[in-house]
């Protein structure tokens, strides 16, 4: 609260002490609402309030009077001067100020008139503040010397329709940058401060910085500060910028850009790239040159700072070099940088022999020789099946077999250039008498063949030409073919029974081809036979019969009846005496034969399955039909 002002004129003179209470500071953000209060301490009965409004030249104006009547005031606005919405007189006697705008930053006093108690006011001061807009950077897009000897402009930021006036920062690489206001060669900034017509406030910031190279990857930005109620405060950042630095070339470098060695070497036939980069800005022109003797050969120039050679030839070999053509540049500095290429090439190889090669079983003292012709000097290897047979050019045939034949492959390769290599195969051939390879045979059991065994030959040949598998016996026979194991065999496979005859002669297989035969005889040693056993079996056979007749003689007797002894049977129903004799041995009736064909009753009539007409078995039987 504030007693009566000693610094503004007495009103209407105080006759006795009254106070007067008012927020002295009421601080807003704009376009909200204010509601000042003015409330005497004394609490007399009947008193008016005034508020009173005081402009930028301490003129003051009647805004608004306040009556209290019993629990409620009587509001009366008498000039809100011309502001929209005008001022308003609330139910607890307060000033209202809707929508602040900045225009109502201004001082408000409250003035109570108490009659015989005095009178006595108060001022409120009324604040309003406005966050201003997006801060916003213009850099500089030109391109900015370094070897300028003066601060030169670098940015201006701008943060628009704020209140109170922001403050403006400058950064680099996230540092604050402590530059003055005053004008020098090293760095400075300026600013401007622009009232708006809303009563805002914008502000506008310039850098000014002297450059350096170590400046070409610094970023900048800019940042406004402003002030909030209640001692708050806030901050926006610009976005972030680089810039165009313009500096002379102090180091180039010259190298191969696409795959080498160490020793420079490239591969015959690859695209070659040469790299040539300069660090000046920007980038200056590039002249690329070949060395030819005493003379230069001009390639290429580019701002690129590349020289591509498709299907580098071994003829382009040689010293290669690339200028930087900066005017700028110390005189110190060398602008120049050379480089000697390497080609490396291994051309095919060439063999002493043809791709197919023939020599004799047995042979030595053959030698096959692998040219191979290359830089760097190439290694040369033999090998045979991924193994390796011999080192160096020369491959030495001695004491050749069968199983010296195949495929030989040269290798030749150059360990400091990767990938450079050549291969050149050819096949020997070995001519020769045939080779015989005959498999085991054993008895199915025991130690011995029996006759009628049956039994499987098999003979393997090798050979060149190939050989041809003959067998001395005739039999199942399976065409010569290649085993399982292969390596140039042949194998034929014979199936037959043994027999004492073939255990006596044998049985050979022979290959044969035209530089000679090979041959081989199977023994079956003893053969044991098999007649003891055949007797046995052919008296088994006699016996069963012999027995089975017996049987057949009883059952027809005992189906006999009346005539014990006597195998004959008259047919049923007809007289004794007109039985005829037995017949015989090996008689039949002249009338009919047939066979036995009993029924279950031998008193059947008339083919009812009784045995009528006997008939002779050629043994002493006689048989009987009906």
Not at 227 to 232: I, W, Y
Not at 323 to 336: P, T
Not at 451 to 468: H, I, N, Q, W, Y
């Amino acid at each position: 609260h504030s007693p009566k002002d000693s610094r503004q004129p007495r009103l209407w003179g105080a006759q006795a002490e009254l106070h007067v209470s008012v927020p002295p500071r009421v601080e807003v953000m704009r376009g909200e609402q204010i509601a000042l209060d003015c409330t005497p301490r004394e609490h007399p009965e009947n008193y008016v309030l005034e508020w009173l409004l005081v402009d930028a030249s301490g003129a003051r104006h009647r805004l608004a009077s306040v009556e209290p009547q019993g629990s409620e005031f009587l509001g009366t606005i008498h000039n809100s001067r011309g502001r929209r919405p005008p001022y308003k007189i609330d139910s607890l006697g307060r000033l209202v100020i809707a929508e602040a705008q900045v225009g109502d930053e201004r001082d408000y006093v409250c003035v109570v008139k108490a009659g015989a108690a005095g009178t006595s006011e108060a001022t409120s001061s009324v604040r309003v503040f406005a966050t201003p807009e997006a801060t916003e950077v213009a850099p500089n897009k030109g391109t900015l010397s370094v070897m300028e000897q003066f601060a030169q402009e670098i940015a201006t930021c701008s943060s628009n329709n704020g209140n109170p006036v922001p403050r403006i920062t400058w950064y680099q690489n996230g540092q604050r940058l402590d530059v003055p206001m005053e004008l020098n060669s090293k760095g400075y900034m300026t600013s401007r401060t622009v009232r708006e017509a809303s009563g805002l406030y914008s502000l506008t910031s310039t850098l000014y910085l002297r450059l350096h190279k170590e400046d070409r990857d610094a970023s900048f930005h800019c940042a406004a500060h402003y002030d909030l109620p209640s001692g708050q405060h806030g901050r926006l950042d610009s976005h972030t910028f680089r810039l165009t630095l313009h500096y002379p070339t102090e180091h180039v470098e010259f190298w191969v850009g696409s795959p080498s060695t160490t020793e420079g070497w490239v591969r015959e036939g690859d695209a070659v790239q040469l790299l040539c980069q300069g660090d000046g800005s920007p980038s200056p022109e590039y002249s690329f040159f070949r060395e030819q003797g005493n003379q230069e050969e001009q390639l290429n120039v580019n701002l690129k700072g590349n020289l591509t050679l498709e299907g580098v030839h071994r003829s382009q070999s040689g010293i290669y070099g690339c200028r930087v053509e900066d005017y700028d540049a110390d005189e110190e500095v060398q602008l120049v940088k050379k480089l000697k290429l390497h080609v490396a090439y291994l051309d095919p190889l060439e063999l002493s022999v043809p791709e197919e090669f023939s020599v004799f079983l047995n042979s030595s003292g053959t030698v096959v020789n692998c040219s191979a012709r290359g830089l760097p000097a190439p290694i040369v290897r033999w090998t045979k099946d991924s193994v390796t047979v011999a080192d160096g050019p020369i491959l030495s045939l001695d004491s050749v077999t069968f199983d010296s034949a195949g495929t030989y492959t040269c290798e030749a390769s150059t360990p400091t250039v990767p990938l450079l290599s050549r291969t050149q195969s050819f096949q020997l051939v070995v001519q020769g008498a045939p080779e015989l390879k005959p498999n085991e045979i054993k008895p199915k059991s025991g130690t011995s063949w029996t006759e009628g065994d049956e039994v499987m030959l098999t003979c393997s040949a090798r050979g060149f030409p190939e050989p041809k598998l003959t067998w001395s016996q005739r039999g199942d026979t399976t065409p010569a073919e290649p085993p399982f194991e292969g390596r140039g065999w042949m194998s034929s496979s014979l199936t037959l029974k043994v027999t004492s005859a073939l255990s006596r002669e044998g049985v050979s297989c022979e290959a044969s081809n035209i530089h000679g035969k090979n041959g081989h005889v199977f023994h079956f040693g003893s053969v044991a036979p098999q007649t003891a056993q055949a007797g046995v079996a052919v008296m088994a056979v006699a016996v069963s019969v012999g027995l089975l007749l017996l049987v057949v003689a009883a059952f027809y007797c005992m189906r006999r009846k009346g005539r014990p002894g006597c195998c004959q049977r008259a047919e049923k129903g007809a007289p004794p005496a007109r039985e005829p004799e037995l017949s015989h041995s090996g008689s039949e009736r002249p009338e009919h034969t047939g066979l036995l064909m009993g029924g279950p009753s031998g008193g059947g009539r008339g083919g009812n399955g009784g045995f009528g007409d006997e008939v002779s078995d050629g043994l002493g039987v006689q048989w009987g039909t009906s």
